[in-house]
């Protein structure tokens, strides 16, 4: 679910985030240095370095001066169960009420597009 309102540094944190699981951004490997990162998308550089610095708060990723940051060992791991737990306990209740106000049922959603 996108939200348009939703600040700039928290969808970019998303992004990242997506990469990290998905293992476009590796254990062990370094991300995109914050001006590659601003120029792919098109965001300010304070945006993503504010980003960043989440990332790097929440221990995820590590800084090697000089060099860069790197994905630390277990992030994709850690990244994975936080974002299960948001989806179950904010995006899934509401994904729920609309598929019950619709009066949709399991049948509905696997059948083919």
């Known amino acids: ?16 985030a997506a990469a990290i ?5 590796a254990e ?8 590659a990162l ?9 945006t993503v370095a504010k980003a960043y610095q989440q990332f790097q708060s929440d221990g995820l990723v590590a800084v090697q001066r000089g ?7 277990g992030a994709a791991d850690r990244l994975r169960r936080s974002e299960r737990q948001s989806f179950v306990e ?9 598929i019950d106000r619709l009066g949709l049922d399991a049948e509905d959603l696997l059948a083919p597009a």
């Open 21 to 25: 699981i998905d293992g476009r951004y």
């Open 90 to 98: 904010e995006e899934w209740p509401l994904i729920r009420e609309r």
């Open 1 to 16: 679910m996108s939200n348009p309102s939703k600040p700039v540094y928290l969808k970019l944190r998303d992004l990242i």
């Open 38 to 46: 601003a120029a792919e998308q098109g965001a300010n550089p304070l």
């Open 67 to 73: 060099v860069g940051m790197y994905v630390v060992a």
């Open 28 to 35: 062990g490997k370094m991300l995109p240095s914050v001006r």
